[in-house]
């Protein structure tokens, strides 16, 4: 059996150190994330129109994040986010029944998702298949 120079509790002690690093590394970055998003969010909340953007470098949840934010931050234009991360929309409107609109158009794009009258969101399986749909749609809005 192979001895070691560490005793068992001291093993476990520097993982537990190495552990609560990592967490609170993971924390200041989603802290970093959050801020970036803000700073959209804020660079693009004074528009005074739809705002259609697809992002290069934004997930589904950075894109419900800033959706999120600029809805709580009352503004009142509908707002349509890409994403080609993971091929996903978001779309929330006070104007457009954005569930309506994805229910009727969505499958014609091989597509998946809905929503409710004030916001929606869908998957596509390819970056055409969501560009496809989100120049549609903004032909609808």
């Not at 528009?47 to 009142?76: G, H, P, Q």
């Not at 929309?89 to 158009?105: N, P, R, W, Y």
């Not at 091989?110 to 549609?136: C, K, V, Y």
Request: some cysteine; proline content about 1%.
């Amino acid at each position: 059996m192979q001895e070691y120079s560490a005793d068992l509790n001291s093993v476990v002690d520097r993982i537990m150190n190495e552990r609560a690093k990592s967490a609170a590394e993971r924390d200041e970055l989603k802290q970093l994330k959050i801020a970036h998003h803000n700073k959209w969010v804020e660079t693009n909340i004074s528009v005074n129109k739809n705002l259609i953007e697809v992002f290069e470098d934004r997930n589904m949840d950075a894109l419900k994040y800033i959706t999120k934010k600029l809805t709580e931050a009352d503004f009142k234009h509908t707002i349509c986010l890409g994403s080609k991360v993971d091929f996903g929309v978001v779309l929330a409107s006070q104007t457009v029944d954005c569930g309506k609109l994805f229910k009727e158009h969505i499958k014609a794009h091989n597509g998946r998702g809905g929503g409710s009258p004030n916001m929606a969101q869908g998957s596509f399986q390819n970056q055409e298949d969501m560009m496809a749909f989100l120049n549609e749609l903004t032909v609808m809005i």
